[in-house]
């Protein structure tokens, strides 16, 4: 299997039963000094941003965000921010969003 960011994340559009492909979306982590932007991708046609952080790049314990710019699915939810804790750095994080017009989930994926 290749080498894939620590930091996945997956968009489904639950109503339409398809991928929300085509969103943009941004990963932070909570310096400090507040949040610091640390990458940026958009979803494929699958729905997934796969290579947000690079393979080899090392997280730090703490709290990350990953924004999610909804506006263009046409529902109630102009932007979807989920916040999720590192504990583990040397594991995988996956971050699935489930999204419908009038509600969302997440959860932690493998």
């Known amino acids: 299997m290749p080498a894939r960011s620590p930091i996945t994340t997956h968009i489904l559009d639950t109503a339409r039963g398809r991928p929300g492909a085509g969103l943009a979306v941004t990963l932070e982590f ?8 640390l990458a940026r991708g958009t979803s494929d046609r699958d729905g997934r941003v796969e290579g947000l952080l690079p ?7 703490g709290d990350y965000r ?22 583990a750095p040397d594991q995988h994080y996956h971050v699935p969003l489930l999204l419908s017009p009038f509600g969302y989930s997440t959860y932690r994926g493998s």
């Open 55 to 61: 393979p080899d790049h090392v997280l730090e314990r």
């Open 30 to 37: 909570r310096a400090p000094t507040g949040w610091t932007p």
């Open 66 to 87: 990953l924004s999610f710019d909804t506006g263009a699915q046409g529902g109630f939810w102009p932007e979807v921010t989920v916040a999720f804790t590192v504990g």
